[in-house]
């Protein structure tokens, strides 16, 4: 079965620091990777994509993330956080239903950014 | 703005009513998905249409169903609502509809249904 975990509920760090959300994924095939970012009463930002190529995807307001074949992974990271990157991220897989295009998410993390 | 457009934004009502979400896909997208966002189930694919056609179909109950018309925006419709159906309503448009696409979806604003 296709899906996409989110072991932590809430990261917390400090402004300034690296932040690192992670996600890892189960899917047949080649992965299409995704993360989305959520600011409250809003919808789903798209930030940035895996499909094919270099391991290190670079996204918006300074994201990027790491695909890891060997460990199913793709990890969001910022070298620097910002208190406006407080949000709620998805990270989502596309897979396939009846050959059609069919985005998985996960259950989302909330990052909260401390002055 | 991601350019998708929902209307309405908020919408209050009882149950047993039935409902109509509107989506504006962004211009050139053909594919409109649909999705539920809500504190238990989190976000839950409904349902995908492309360029009018049902594509593919997600968790969405026997009492929702949608469309998409011929200028390519979509309406959801929710019928015999229940409690359980207050949530976060999102329509996302992209520009491809199959396996091929890599292309990602653009999400609206939502509309934020509460049953009473």
């Known amino acids: 079965a296709q899906s996409v975990a989110q072991p932590e509920d809430q990261v917390n760090v400090a402004e300034g620091n690296p932040l690192t959300v992670k996600c890892t994924y189960s899917?047949?095939?080649?992965?299409?990777l995704f993360w989305y970012v959520q600011y409250p009463n809003r919808g789903l930002q798209f930030l940035l994509k895996?499909?094919?190529?270099?391991?290190l995807v670079k996204g918006s307001y300074g994201f990027e993330a790491e695909f890891n074949k060997s460990q199913t992974s793709f990890h969001l990271k910022k070298p620097s956080a910002l208190v406006s990157d407080s949000a709620l991220y998805f990270c989502?897989?596309?897979?396939?239903?009846?050959?059609?295009?069919?985005?998985?998410f996960g259950a989302g993390t909330r990052l909260a950014v401390h002055p | 703005d991601s350019g998708v457009t929902q209307t309405p934004k908020h919408l209050i009502t009882a149950t047993g009513q039935r409902v109509t979400l509107r989506c504006s896909p962004r211009?050139?997208?053909?594919?409109v998905y649909w999705y539920q966002q809500s504190l238990d189930q989190g976000l839950q694919f409904l349902i995908q249409?492309?360029?009018?056609?049902?594509?593919a179909k997600g968790n969405i109950l026997e009492r929702f169903s949608a469309q998409q018309f011929p200028d390519l925006h979509s309406e959801l419709n929710l019928s015999s609502l229940e409690l359980g159906d207050s949530a976060l309503y999102f329509c996302?448009?992209?520009?491809?509809?199959?396996?091929?696409?890599?292309?990602?979806?653009?999400f609206g604003d939502g509309t934020r249904l509460s049953i009473l």
């Open positions: 996302a448009s992209s520009a491809g509809q199959g396996a091929s696409s890599n292309q990602p979806q653009h």
């Open positions: 899917v047949s095939g080649n992965p299409y």
């Open positions: 895996y499909i094919t190529g270099d391991n």
């Open positions: 989502a897989v596309r897979g396939l239903s009846g050959g059609y295009n069919k985005l998985i």
């Open positions: 211009s050139g997208d053909l594919s």
């Open positions: 249409y492309y360029n009018g056609e049902e594509r």
